[in-house]
């Protein structure tokens, strides 16, 4: 079964950036998809991104799209999202996921999380 560990968050101001990384162990990561999904203070988490097992094909939340690319490395076992053009709206806990059935953008689908790591954006 695979472990993950997110890491990379941090205050940040608006309109800045920042990379988050989720190292993984175990055998299975890369014939995974993975994703990220956020969760702020008194809110749902809510699907960011995720990427195919082979990192082909990438998904976004519209909230995202075009500001944050979503990565993997195989061989490092690491998943990665880049985050540009920071707003206010995007703190939160970040977490990855390893995707197990469904569609992606249900975090009923992912059965192996990470315990996220917190990004916060100042004005």
Not at 11 to 24: I, K, T, Y
Not at 64 to 78: C, L
Request: with cysteine.
């Amino acid at each position: 079964q695979v472990q993950l560990v997110e890491s990379g968050g941090g205050l940040v101001q608006a309109g800045g950036s920042l990379r988050l990384s989720c190292a993984a162990s175990g055998r299975t990561f890369s014939s995974r998809a993975m994703a990220w999904f956020r969760q702020a203070p008194g809110k749902e988490r809510e699907f960011v991104a995720a990427i195919t097992w082979n990192g082909v094909s990438t998904y976004y939340a519209d909230s995202v799209e075009g500001r944050f690319t979503i990565s993997r490395d195989n061989a490092e076992n690491t998943l990665f999202l880049r985050m540009n053009g920071l707003t206010l709206e995007d703190t939160a806990m970040y977490y990855c996921a390893a995707h197990d059935s469904g569609h992606f953008k249900n975090t009923s689908s992912f059965n192996v999380w990470g315990q996220g790591t917190q990004v916060t954006v100042s004005s």
